[in-house]
T-cell receptor, first 112, second 110 residues
Framework: DGGITQSPKYLFRKEGQNVTLSCEQN?????MYWYRQDPGQGLRLIYY???????QKGDIAEGYSVSREKKESFPLTVTSAQKNPTAFYLC???????????FGSGTRLTVV | RKEVEQDPGPFNVPEGATVAFNCTYS??????FFWYRQDCRKEPKLLMS???SGNEDGRFTAQLNRASQYISLLIRDSKLSDSATYLC???????????FGSGTKLNVKP
């Protein structure tokens, strides 16, 4: 079945470490997105990519980096520059026209 | 001002009640509108798209009011399983950039 897979489901990071969250889709979607959700708040866009080897900053890109080397994959790195990384991270994908917008099941990142 | 605003609730209603949520958006050029449902600690899932003429899917009715820049979701005959957070989603700048409201929490009580 086609879908979008995020891993790991739970991730713990020590202060000062970089961590990478995985997002893979087999929906043949061109566009992929990363969001952050904090308790009681809506989703905020971190980065998005409309095509391989190209991506754009969203509203809260500071402290994050991404790559899009393959159509299927859009990993997110949370760097040590992100001062408050504890959150629920959601990856999504869609067609170029924004149709079929689908979310992965998310990664809960906690700084310990 | 936030791009998309929702009343956070919670809306506490008995089973069988009718409940309605509104969501306002700031950009009059917005093109696409959606309602998503998010269960606790899960990813959002598409509930329904919102069309200019309004649309209905079973117990759920969505409406768009472009003049006043809001969309609404009406749930009839509420079920316990409707308890969730309902997110309003608006496409603003282009087809690939969506803005999410912070959600309205619904609790349906027996």
């Amino acid at each position: 079945d086609g879908g979008i897979t995020q891993s790991p489901k739970y991730l713990f990071r020590k202060e000062g470490q970089n961590v990478t969250l995985s997002c893979e889709q087999n929906l043949n979607h061109d566009a992929m997105y990363w969001y952050r959700q904090d308790p009681g708040q809506g989703l905020r866009l971190i980065y998005y990519s409309q095509i391989v080897n190209d991506f754009q900053k969203g509203d809260i890109a500071e402290g994050y980096s991404v790559s899009r080397e393959k159509k299927e994959s859009f990993p997110l790195t949370v760097t040590s520059a992100q001062k408050n990384p504890t959150a629920f991270y959601l990856c999504a994908s869609s067609t170029t026209g924004g149709y079929g917008y689908t979310f992965g099941s998310g990664t809960r990142l906690t700084v310990v | 001002r936030k791009e998309v605003e929702q009343d956070p609730g919670p809306f506490n209603v008995p089973e069988g009640a009718t409940v309605a949520f509104n969501c306002t958006y700031s950009n009059s050029a917005s093109q696409s509108f959606f309602w998503y449902r998010q269960d606790c600690r899960k990813e959002p899932k598409l509930l329904m798209s919102v069309y200019s003429s309004g649309n209905e899917d079973g117990r759920f009715t969505a409406q768009l009011n472009r003049a006043s820049q809001y969309i609404s979701l009406l749930i009839r005959d509420s079920k316990l399983s409707d308890s969730a957070t309902y997110l309003c989603v608006v496409n603003m700048d282009n087809f690939n950039k969506f803005y999410f409201g912070s959600g309205t929490k619904l609790n349906v009580k027996p």
